[in-house]
């Protein structure tokens, strides 16, 4: 009973310090498959993402120390052996230890799984229908901990009345935001940090303050 207690505790400590560390990047993608608001609370855990994954590392290291150290059994007979883990234990302890490492590392694939696993596939995405005339914003975007980042930031960005669409660049760390012309680039920067970060106006070809 006592090492199925201590499986439970482990287990579910470690995908919860897994997720901790990745929050900021799966945030924004359950956002929009949920249709939620903005999380921009999510991006506020970037700092704390090294703590997270110590303590992950820690957990699992005293998982596997519960499941491999040998402890004495007493049998049917009366007599004792020294045993480790089960099977059962140990097969699970694995299985769970590749959860949390694609849990925790998947600020790195993020980027793959949104199309984006090579910078030029990111700088060449194709614009969204805009209409002829739009006027470009161009903004620096700091902040963004992996590619899922872009997509809570363009979610944000194209909810202002008169912007047509958003591209958000990771690799480059901009943004180039079409609109009407009647778009105050101010509110474009007061919708990133909405989403949890920082903008600076680079290029405004509508008049707007740099």
Same mark, same amino acid.
């Given at each position: 009973?006592?090492?199925?207690?201590?499986?439970?505790?482990v287990?579910?400590?470690?995908l919860?310090?897994?997720?901790?560390?990745?929050?900021c990047?799966?945030?924004?993608?359950? #956002?929009?498959? %949920? $249709?939620?608001?903005?999380?921009?609370? /999510? !991006? +506020?855990?970037?700092?704390?993402?090294?703590?997270?994954? @110590?303590?992950?590392?820690?957990?699992?290291?005293?998982?596997?120390?519960?499941?491999?150290?040998?402890r004495?059994?007493?049998?049917?007979?009366?007599?004792?052996?020294?045993r480790?883990?089960?099977?059962?234990?140990?097969?699970g302890?694995?299985?769970?230890?590749?959860?949390?490492?694609?849990?925790?590392?998947?600020?790195?694939?993020? #980027?793959?799984? %949104? $199309?984006?696993?090579?910078?030029?596939? /990111? !700088? +060449?995405?194709?614009?969204?229908?805009v209409?002829?005339? @739009?006027?470009?914003?161009n903004?620096?975007?700091?902040?963004?901990?992996?590619?899922?980042?872009?997509?809570?930031?363009?979610?944000?960005?194209?909810?202002?009345?008169?912007?047509?669409?958003?591209?958000?660049?990771?690799?480059?760390?901009?943004?180039?935001?079409?609109?009407?012309?009647?778009?105050?680039?101010?509110?474009?920067?007061? #919708?990133?940090?909405?989403?949890?970060?920082?903008a600076?106006?680079?290029?405004?070809?509508?008049?707007?303050?740099?």
């Amino acid at each position: 009973m006592e090492d199925k207690n201590n499986g439970r505790f482990v287990g579910l400590a470690a995908l919860l310090t897994a997720g901790l560390a990745s929050v900021c990047c799966i945030g924004p993608l359950l #956002a929009v498959a %949920l $249709g939620f608001g903005s999380l921009g609370f /999510a !991006a +506020g855990l970037i700092r704390y993402r090294p703590l997270f994954l @110590a303590l992950t590392a820690v957990i699992l290291a005293f998982g596997f120390y519960q499941a491999y150290r040998k402890r004495s059994v007493e049998c049917a007979d009366g007599s004792c052996e020294m045993r480790s883990g089960s099977r059962a234990m140990k097969t699970g302890l694995w299985v769970l230890t590749a959860a949390v490492l694609a849990l925790a590392t998947f600020p790195k694939w993020s #980027a793959c799984l %949104l $199309g984006q696993c090579k910078p030029k596939a /990111a !700088a +060449g995405a194709a614009a969204a229908s805009v209409p002829a005339g @739009a006027q470009a914003i161009n903004l620096g975007i700091s902040g963004m901990d992996c590619a899922a980042c872009t997509v809570e930031i363009k979610k944000d960005v194209e909810k202002l009345p008169g912007v047509y669409s958003a591209n958000v660049d990771f690799y480059a760390g901009t943004a180039l935001v079409e609109t009407n012309g009647k778009v105050n680039p101010q509110d474009v920067v007061r #919708a990133v940090a909405a989403a949890g970060y920082q903008a600076k106006v680079i290029q405004s070809k509508n008049g707007g303050a740099q």
